[in-house]
């Protein structure tokens, strides 16, 4: 487990249907006594973090819950600075008023610091909601 400032930033869930990693997650439960949860779908959801690595249904993958997540994937341009949320397929966004916010970006994969779809981006997780 890794830590940021002394708090758990990681955690290990157990899986209820295909993740790819660098996609945000969402809580889907619980899965045998242990944590459930499944690819986000939408920025209404309870988002956790992004996945570490990719799995399928009942496998156990780390998700990062907190701090600097250097490869997040995005579905468009988003300009450094920006609040995010995840897509229709756990792809980043840009957030709107009332969304639930995964976190900010930092950085893109891009030469303009923005990042197209598919690319990686460098984001700072941190959960709330978009005013």
């Known amino acids: 487990m890794a830590s940021v ?3 758990q930033s990681i955690k290990s869930y157990r899986l209820t ?3 790819t990693r660098g996609r945000v997650v969402k809580a889907d439960g619980l899965s045998g006594g242990i944590a459930a949860a499944a ?3 939408g920025a209404g ?4 973090g992004v996945a570490l690595s990719s799995g399928v249904a009942g496998d156990i993958v780390d998700v990062q819950l907190l701090g600097v997540c250097p490869f997040a994937i995005a579905s468009g341009a988003i ?3 920006r609040f ?3 897509d229709a397929n756990g792809k980043l966004v840009a957030a709107a008023s009332g969304d639930r916010i995964l976190g900010v970006v930092l950085s893109g994969s891009t030469s303009t610091g923005a990042t197209a779809d598919g690319a990686t981006a460098e984001i700072n997780i941190h959960h709330s909601i978009f005013p």
Do not use: I, K, S
Not at 45 to 48: D, Q, S, T, V
């Open 17 to 19: 249907g295909t993740v």
């Open 39 to 41: 690819q986000a779908t």
């Open 79 to 81: 300009d450094p600075g």
């Open 84 to 86: 995010v949320t995840a």
């Open 45 to 48: 959801e309870y988002l956790l």
């Open 5 to 7: 400032n002394g708090l």
